[in-house]
């Protein structure tokens, strides 16, 4: 460690984490507009900034992001109305402006952040396969020995990344990410309102398949449960319920 580093010259230091969150896309399985979840950054950066940290948000491409549907609070269907963080953060203007200004990830300093949490919802499932930004700068934070932690489909990260020796950085280790039995219950949901036939799926590709096939521990913590799990400097949560107790890890990790 060298006297240049921050860490040394000002120990009382306000620990950074870059939350990225996906670019609005349109599902290649449903023709639905995608997005990120809302309390998969909200729940997140209520932690934070709870704990004295200083928060900024990215995104592959920058600029303006939307939500999916159904993670809003305000949406029609109801899914997600008792999400008060997620209503109160919408509902503030200096907060909402940082979904609507994100920063692009390719200008991201790696050096300048103690952590990075991707966040999920839909769109990473058809958007991070072409982030290759993305899949640098999270792969750099791994190899830096920075907290790296991806949530719910935002673990399509790992499907991606890799270190500088060309291996998966989630090879051997322990990861979660939205569960085979979750995507199984959001197929039938579909299908049962008639929303799309019983031969199409609502993802391309399942992240609990696409993990084990990359030869990392998969783990889960049961349908729709809080559940996220530390393995060194990776963590991960489960699903859009685990944005709290992924952050719980992170801080854990990182200290105050």
Not at 146 to 169: D, F, M, P, R, W
Not at 202 to 219: C, F, T
Not at 227 to 248: I, M, P
Request: glycine letters at 10%; a negative charge.
């Amino acid at each position: 460690m060298s006297l240049q580093d921050p860490n040394v010259l000002n120990p009382q230091r306000r620990k950074r984490v870059a939350v990225v969150i996906a670019n609005p896309a349109v599902s290649t399985t449903t023709s639905w507009p995608v997005g990120f979840w809302w309390s998969e950054l909200t729940h997140p950066y209520h932690a934070f900034v709870e704990v004295g940290y200083d928060v900024e948000v990215f995104s592959p491409e920058g600029g303006a992001c939307t939500a999916d549907g159904m993670s809003d609070p305000n949406d029609a269907s109801g899914y997600s109305k008792t999400d008060l963080i997620s209503q109160g953060f919408i509902h503030t203007p200096d907060l909402r402006a940082l979904v609507d200004n994100t920063k692009k990830v390719s200008g991201l300093d790696v050096a300048a952040f103690d952590a990075i949490v991707v966040a999920g919802g839909q769109a990473p499932m058809f958007t991070f396969e072409g982030a290759t930004d993305l899949h640098a700068k999270f792969a750099a934070f791994f190899e830096a020995g920075k907290v790296t932690a991806a949530l719910c489909h935002g673990s399509a990260i790992l499907a991606y990344a890799k270190n500088s020796q060309g291996e998966y950085i989630a090879k051997g280790r322990t990861v979660t990410g939205f569960a085979n039995v979750e995507e199984d219950f959001a197929d039938s949901a579909v299908w049962s309102y008639g929303m799309l036939p019983r031969d199409k799926h609502v993802m391309p590709w399942r992240i609990e398949d696409r993990l084990k096939a990359i030869g990392a521990n998969y783990v889960q913590g049961g349908l729709w449960r809080s559940f996220a799990v530390r393995d060194g400097n990776l963590v991960t949560g489960q699903q859009n319920f685990s944005g709290a107790e992924t952050a719980r890890l992170v801080i854990e990790a990182l200290g105050r």
